[in-house]
């Protein structure tokens, strides 16, 4: 099992910056991929971004490639999540995921992640 927990969410005003970060804890040595998802209200869960942990491979939605950067730290087993210029239509709930085994899978389908933090808050006032 690998347990994740979320901080950093809070509101901010459009046009400004926040930090996401995820802490993996327990069978780390079995992340292949750390990613992050989100859901707005009445939404399905969305891909957001994702960090292949060997070897730092990124992946990022279309509609915060520019904006968001995600990022890791192997050491502290922590996933990063930097948004900048966030819009109103960012606002969701953002989950961390985790991806586990020896081989990588589509990382933009949320089934195939295999374990989830239980999110943190993130709205982008106007």
């Known amino acids: 099992q690998v347990q994740l927990v979320e901080s950093g969410g809070g509101l901010v005003q459009a046009g400004g910056s926040l930090r996401l970060s995820c802490a993996a804890s327990?069978?780390?040595?079995?992340?292949?991929?750390m990613g992050w998802f989100r859901q707005a209200p009445g939404t399905e869960r969305a891909f957001v971004a994702a960090i292949r942990w060997s070897g730092g491979s990124t992946y990022y939605a279309d509609s915060v490639k520019g904006r968001f950067t995600i990022s890791k730290d192997n050491g502290k087993n922590t996933v990063y999540l930097q948004m900048d210029s966030l819009k109103p239509e960012d606002t969701a709930v953002y989950y961390c995921a985790v991806q586990a085994g020896t081989y990588g899978r589509d990382i933009y389908d949320r089934r195939t992640m295999d374990y989830w933090g239980k999110g943190t808050l993130v709205t982008v006032s106007s």
């Open positions: 327990g069978r780390t040595f079995s992340i292949y991929t």
